[in-house]
């Protein structure tokens, strides 16, 4: 058994959440160390050549959640970070039409006229309410959620803080916003809209990476999680990240080395090391030892209390919250190298709606019956995509008139009903999909070099993604807020002194955000009583 | 299928001859057309509007057409006002409001004729009149790109029009709407507008829209008549006193801070609302407004000194911020600094004094001065000839 | 009050109806209820459908009814009498296994699923005890607090807090979700889980993985104390009858026959209801136990603010569950049921995932080819229900959407084919001992009922449309935004099954809104 030095912090995973949570120790003046399972780091927020000359984003695609807090207060621009909005985007029709999501309002209106009068009409109003939400998380993302449970000063203030903000807004409101909250995203666009094809397209937010149907309640909630982002100040913007979402990751990285801290790559973390009912380190799976008065797991829940503790270690209770804990797969991703820009029927290569996220669903229908595929346990034979082709802004990601795309997809089941994954059922899901695609695209197929297709399974074994759950967990609400990832272990800290979470499965959840990791390094820094580094959320104007 | 519309921004049935005349090219998009700003020179097109005669395409104007066996219930449940009041024949001047009583536009309903409606607003509301007609037996046509529309405003403006042949057009009282036959079609003719001066509204269909304005400008020469942007009409409705959607207050469904919408009183409008003609909508938490008191108090302030009190907040003696001017503009013709303004209550009051805050820069330097208000009590601009009929014959 | 001939009119003789008017009329107040049918009781009804055979035309269980309400109204006084108590509940997934539940006793399940399943009783008797409270009164206003309100909130509040940190953090964590998960977790059996998923959907437009249901779960089991539910003599129609003898021992007039045209306004304010045949009757307070949606429509759009019209156009109500009625020449036999429980509560459902496959078709407004149902045969316990010897059988059946998409025209015999056959699968050669079937689809319950969707509960009990929200933003707390006009049925708060507490609530906040003004 190797021992190395004693660290003041010791991060396990090298996520963007795990190395927020390490710069912010390590400006705190902490030594921290990093340890990463993987040979490189960004863990789901990472740029690979899979295909010579080709850089995939090959988890995470797009960035908006990042709080710009973070980015501006870790100085991720000076370290490498480049974010480059686009706006809207567009749904293939079967009949070879297409609902175009255009960037600008009065051609949008247009368009949705050309779908439903009314339902152009009907935008602004929802615009408008799905806003007056926005707001109201917004302002809950860079805190710790309050024990409602607690009767301490601190909880007490915070159960006041997210009281009044729903009272704030009004008796009507403040209903409407507990309707929104609870409401299935299908349920809340039918208020508003008649096509098909443009609720189709908006409720697609509600389900990306949550294993629910549109007609599941809660998946407005899911809605908010992907409209409450922003690229320099527009809220519910999205943009690419140039060079892929690995510039994410490496510009985290490079503030935390530029604080003094470390960062050691194809380290696997074994076993959380407890001594006297305290963490005390980390044993990797080859016997090193690595010590430090504290240990932050950037991993999911199930992972961390499932497979990193000794289970004596832990109260049982902890552990029956852990297994107990939803974090189930419902997505699978295709990286595909195109030998050329596609075309799409109907679609004129110069349109701006090729900047944009493309998906094919023209109903909810069809979004919900892509669902009942999975509850079966079966890929959706008829899948929710959301497609990008990041090479149409970022030209660091293909060679000159090449292109990469990046096909997300819904719903994926982390194991078949009838047996695991194997390598034929991945290939059958990725033709599935390519398929699906090429209803739309005469000239897609032609034009694949390469394609890189990944199950729940693969995200797990590669990733560490348990069940390949995206966001570390189902955002439902036993699991968001306070209750994440489960009642009292929902302020960062974990089960056993010196041990915290920093990963998406905590408050405020999944998504390239980072505000996990710096609310953890909060609390941590308040239990060493040491003055708080991380920055306040940006006033709610 | 409809075809895709690829274009960025549309122009007007006008759009030949608005390019044609527009030198400064000066365009802001309105509701998805292309409007001139200013034509040539924005104190001109003022001074047509109040001198001669100034004509603004006011196409873009949403335009509803509502009709059917419900259609006269519905707009009295719509509107504050006694839409019955409103004859055949009749414009009235108009808001309408949510269930909270907080203003969502305001537009003009032409009557006509019995049963037959059409509603001309700034803002899109064809959601909230299809919430209105839930369980209800009428027709609402958009008709927006179906009705193109020049306003014609100005001392000459009868003058010319009658010069393209619009007999007897001087005997039509404000407020009165006339059809007559044009190029092969119809022409409607409103004395409304949007200046408070003499001035009329021609509606036509867009395939004779520029036969109309080929006549109106040939017909007008001899009256000084001269194509006029928004600038120029900016002007003109703050002159006037009148307030407009989305600058003086946010049309209450596209609110998104509770608390930011306001209500007809809050808006200076108690004359529209008229609590005797049965329900409509938002009458009860209007009602409970007139019991209660309201938040705010919409005002007309002449402010000292000639610098407009833009985006200014409006102070106490005391200095402190009472509220905020929500449209301001030096009036040429009134000869007075005007700020149309929003205060809290209790402020506004004739006792109180008031100051705006105003900011202005000379050459880099600014200077902040705090200049005293008055409050308008009555029009700011009213020339006999607004109302006079038959119109005078300038 | 004014000079008008009744203080108060109810709208519709169902058992929240005439819960309120009895309570209206034992403050002195002069009520009379109108009823369109004949009978009282609304959704609580007895019909002959074959000759000699009388069932519950739609509830065929009690187990909801508010203990508060009986005693105040004295319905055991007024008649009411229980063929059975506490019946067992028993899974049939049609292959003889069997899984029993009576009480917090399992019949048919592991040791662990029997301890489990104890633990799991005994937490959600004391979140329903405090859900209770919550339904007890109307729901104070959380922003516009006025009155008792922030008295009440407070008292809410401490309610939830006695639940203790471990039951309070689970209530906080289950509250919204699904039972599918929390089945999942806490217990092996799948006839138990399933069993569970049933009572967790019946009524809705949910399946067991539609997150709501654990709510919808404890909404269930609101009063039940934990047992099983109750068989009433007579069938349902006996429950409607003791709550009109109740009402008219409090001083209420119910006419029956009697169909409303409109609630009419004058100055903006409730002023009566008009008559179908012309007739109007004057009162300065109207209390509808009409479905939100029907009473809306009596009040006319005119009369209504645009924007709750569209919310009132929103409220989700539509209709997933039919009722099958079966006359029997003799007792079917249940392979693996011991005969002597041929009377319990029985559930046709196999697993989670098959009440969860059945709704699925619902989504898409077909009907389940594999219905699942609540099955009871009354007769065993009751006799006057049936000719001597014979049997009636009574299933709530789901999934029959409202709005089937091929049409009821085309839908009615398939589904009614579908359900036979789930029944072919628990009881073999039950089919040959049918000799009258009827099948009360939800455009049935609407036209026999009045019920606009016919959803049973009035509306969806979704989080969206429950507590605080229900049924609607502006008609939360009884009263409506008409003066005068409040909902006193299970549109209101706390909603569906035979509970009887909007009536009461909706009484109590008429009485206090005298007080006030």
Redesign the interface.
């Known amino acids: 058994m190797k021992r190395m030095r004693q660290y003041d912090a010791i991060v396990i995973g090298a996520g963007h959440n795990g190395l927020c949570n390490a710069a912010y120790l390590a400006k705190a003046g902490l030594d921290v160390l990093v340890l990463e399972r993987n040979p490189h780091i960004g863990g789901a927020s990472v740029s690979r050549e899979l295909y010579p000359g080709w850089t995939y984003s090959n988890c995470s695609y797009v960035c908006s959640l990042l709080r710009p807090e973070i980015s501006r207060d870790l100085e991720l621009a000076k370290h490498g970070l480049q974010v480059v909005p686009y706006h809207g985007g567009v749904t293939f029709t079967r009949?070879g039409?297409y609902f175009?999501n255009y960037p600008?309002a009065?051609?949008l209106?247009?368009?949705m006229a050309?779908h439903s009068?009314?339902d152009a009409?009907?935008y602004?109003?929802f615009e408008?309410d799905v806003?007056?939400q926005t707001?109201l998380i917004r302002q809950f993302l860079l805190a710790t959620p309050p024990d409602?449970?607690s009767v301490k000063p601190k909880d007490l203030k915070g159960l006041i803080e997210l009281a009044s903000a729903?009272?704030?807004?009004?008796?009507?409101?403040?209903?409407?916003s507990?309707?929104?909250w609870?409401?299935s995203i299908g349920?809340f666009l039918?208020?508003y809209f008649e096509s098909d094809v443009i609720k189709a397209h908006l409720s697609g937010s509600g389900v990306i990476g949550t294993a629910?149907g549109v007609?599941?309640?809660?998946t407005a909630y899911v809605l908010l999680h992907h409209y409450m982002g922003e690229v320099d100040g527009n809220v519910g913007a999205w943009g690419f990240a140039r060079g892929g979402m690995g510039a994410v990751a490496n510009a985290l990285a490079n503030s935390l080395r530029a604080c003094g801290g470390e960062i050691i790559c194809d380290a696997d973390v074994h076993r959380v090391i407890v001594e006297r009912g305290r963490a005390a380190g980390v044993a990797l799976a080859d016997g090193t030892e690595y010590r430090a008065k504290l240990v932050v797991s950037n991993l999911d829940p199930k992972r961390t209390f499932l497979k990193c503790f000794d289970a004596s270690d832990l109260p049982a209770a902890v552990v029956e919250q852990a297994r107990?804990f939803?974090i189930r797969g419902s997505s699978g991703k295709l990286n595909i190298a195109l030998d050329g820009l596609p075309t799409f029927n109907?679609l004129?290569p110069g349109?701006p709606l090729m900047l944009t996220d493309m998906h094919c669903t023209d109903s909810l229908?069809r979004m919900?019956?892509a669902y009942?595929d999975w509850?079966?346990g079966t890929w959706s034979k008829d899948p929710y995509v959301d497609m990008l082709i990041p090479t149409t802004v970022d030209p660091t990601m293909a060679p000159p008139g090449k292109h990469m795309m990046t096909v997300f997809v819904q719903y994926c089941p982390p194991t078949l009903a009838d047996g695991p994954w194997t390598p034929e059922a991945r290939d059958a899901f990725g033709q599935t999909v390519i398929d699906q695609l090429a209803e739309h695209s005469p000239n897609f197929k032609d034009l694949i070099l390469d394609c890189e297709v990944r199950t729940p399974h693969e995200l797990e074994d590669e990733v560490g993604l348990t069940e390949g759950n995206i966001f570390h967990g189902e955002l439902?609400?036993?699991q968001l807020l306070?209750?994440r990832p489960?009642?009292?272990c929902a302020q960062y800290r974990g089960p056993l002194r010196g041990f915290y979470l920093c990963g998406s499965g905590t408050h405020p959840g999944g998504g390239v955000m980072a505000a996990p990791g710096a609310n953890a390094a909060r609390e941590i820094l308040a239990d060493l009583k040491r003055p708080d580094l991380t920055p306040p959320s940006y006033p709610n104007d | 299928m409809t075809p895709h519309d690829d274009r960025m921004l549309l122009d007007t049935p006008f759009g030949s001859r608005v390019q044609a005349a527009c030198e400064l090219r000066e365009w802001e998009p309105w509701k998805g057309y292309a409007s001139p700003i200013a034509y040539e020179d924005m104190e001109l097109e003022y001074f047509a509007v109040r001198n001669a005669t100034g004509v603004f395409d006011l196409t873009p104007m949403t335009k509803y057409r509502i009709g059917g066996p419900d259609a006269a219930a519905f707009l009295n449940r719509l509107m504050t006002r006694d839409v019955g009041k409103i004859r055949p024949g009749r414009v009235g001047y108009a808001v309408w409001c949510n269930d909270a009583g907080m203003v969502l536009d305001d537009g003009t309903l032409f009557h006509l004729s019995r049963g037959d409606y059409r509603l001309c607003a700034q803002e899109r509301c064809l959601d909230w009149l299809l919430t209105s007609a839930l369980g209800l037996d009428l027709t609402i046509v958009d008709e927006t790109a179906e009705v193109a529309a020049l306003a014609v405003q100005g001392p000459t403006s009868c003058a010319a029009l009658r010069a393209m042949g619009l007999e007897g057009l001087e005997a039509l009282r404000p407020f009165g709407l006339r059809h007559y036959p044009f190029d092969g079609g119809e022409l409607m003719v409103s004395r409304t507008g949007f200046t408070g001066d003499l001035g009329y509204e021609v509606w036509v269909a867009p395939a004779h829209a520029e036969a109309l304005w080929d006549a109106l400008f040939a017909a007008g020469r001899n009256h000084l008549i001269r194509p006029m942007g928004n600038a120029a009409l900016e002007l003109a409705r703050i002159e006037a006193g009148f307030i407009q959607a989305g600058v003086d207050f946010v049309p209450a469904e596209q609110v998104v801070r509770h608390g930011r919408a306001r209500s007809p009183f809050e808006l200076g409008l108690d004359w529209l609302v008229d609590f005797d003609k049965g329900h409509f909508t938002g009458r009860g938490a209007l009602l409970r407004e007139r019991a209660e008191g309201s938040r705010f108090r919409f005002l007309r302030l002449d402010v000292e000194g000639n610098k407009p009190a833009s985006e200014s907040f409006i102070l106490n003696k005391r200095g402190e911020t009472v509220g905020h001017a929500t449209s301001a503009a030096w009036c040429p013709s009134a000869k007075r600094n005007v700020a149309l303004a929003s205060l809290e209550m209790p402020w506004g009051r004739p006792e109180d004094e008031l100051y705006a805050e105003i900011y202005t820069s000379r050459e880099l330097r600014w200077t902040r001065v705090e200049a005293r208000c008055r409050i308008i009590d009555g029009p700011i601009w009213d020339p006999p000839r607004r109302r006079q009929t038959p119109a005078p014959n300038f | 009050m004014t000079d008008a001939a009744y203080d108060a009119l109810v709208v519709g003789a169902g058992h929240n109806g005439l819960t309120c008017a009895a309570y209206l009329a034992r403050s002195g107040r002069k009520v009379l209820v109108l009823e369109a049918g004949e009978r009282p009781g609304g959704l609580a009804a007895t019909r002959e459908f074959a000759d000699g055979f009388r069932v519950s035309a739609a509830a065929h269980l009690l187990n909801m009814l508010s203990p508060e309400v009986a005693k105040d109204l004295a319905l055991e006084r007024q008649g009411l009498a229980y063929a059975a108590r506490n019946l067992k509940t028993v899974v049939l997934p049609g292959d003889g296994r069997q899984l029993a539940i009576d009480g917090d006793r399992l019949e048919g399940a592991s040791a662990s699923d029997q301890a489990a399943f104890t633990v799991f009783q005994r937490q959600m008797q004391r979140f329903a005890k405090v859900l209770n409270r919550f339904c007890m009164r109307p729901f104070p206003r959380l922003t516009e607090r006025r009155g008792r309100d922030n008295w009440l909130l407070a008292k809410l509040a401490w309610d939830v807090r006695t639940l203790g940190k471990a039951n309070m953090r689970e209530l906080l964590r289950i509250g919204a979700i699904n039972i599918h998960d929390v089945a999942e977790e806490k217990f092996d059996s799948p006839l138990l889980k399933a069993a569970l998923g049933m009572d967790a959907v019946l009524g809705s437009h949910m399946g067991p993985r539609s997150p709501n249901t654990v709510y919808a779960y404890l909404h269930r089991h609101l009063n039940d104390g934990g047992q099983g539910p109750a068989l009433v003599r007579g069938g349902m129609g006996a429950l409607g009858d003791a709550f009109a003898a109740a009402a008219e021992a409090a001083g209420a007039t119910i006419r029956y026959g009697a169909r409303i045209s409109s609630i009419d306004l004058t100055d903006c304010r409730t002023a009566g209801v008009t008559l179908a045949d012309g007739s109007a009757i004057a009162a300065p307070v109207v209390a509808s136990n009409a479905d939100l949606k029907s009473t809306f429509r009596l009040v006319g759009p005119l009369n209504l603010d645009a924007g709750f019209v569209r919310r009132v156009h929103n409220f989700r109500a539509r209709g997933v569950t039919a009722k099958l009625h079966l006359a029997l020449d003799g007792l079917p036999e249940f392979p693996g049921l011991d005969p002597a429980d041929a009377g319990s509560r029985l559930l046709a459902a196999t697993t989670m995932d098959g009440i969860e496959g059945a709704f699925n078709h619902a989504k898409y407004g077909e009907c389940s080819p594999l219905p699942v149902m609540e099955i009871s045969i009354p007769s065993v316990h009751d006799a006057s229900l049936a000719p001597p010897g014979k049997h009636v059988l009574s299933a709530v059946a789901q999934y029959a959407p409202y709005a089937l998409k091929a049409g009821w025209q085309a839908g009615r015999e398939p589904f009614m084919r579908s359900c036979l056959e789930r029944l072919e699968a628990i009881a073999p050669g039950i089919g040959e001992q049918v000799t009258a079937a009827e099948l009360l689809t939800p455009p049935d319950l609407e036209a026999e009922f009045g019920l606009r969707g016919g959803h049973w509960h009035h509306g969806e009990i979704a989080l969206d449309q429950a507590l605080f929200t229900r049924p609607i933003p502006g008609a939360n707390h009884y009263a409506t935004p008409v003066p005068g006009l409040y909902l006193c049925g299970a549109s209101a708060h706390p909603g569906g099954g035979l509970l009887g507490l909007a009536g009461r609530n909706a009484a109590k906040t008429i009485l206090a809104g005298e007080a006030a003004s």
């Open positions: 009949d039409d175009g600008d009065e051609r209106y247009r368009e050309r009068l009314r009409n009907a602004e109003r408008a806003t007056k707001r409602p449970t729903f009272t704030g807004m009004g008796e009507e409101g403040l209903l409407d507990v309707r929104f609870t409401m349920d039918d208020e629910l007609y599941s309640p809660g107990n939803k109907g004129s349109s229908e919900e019956r009942d509850k079966a439902t609400f036993d306070f209750n489960f009642p009292g």
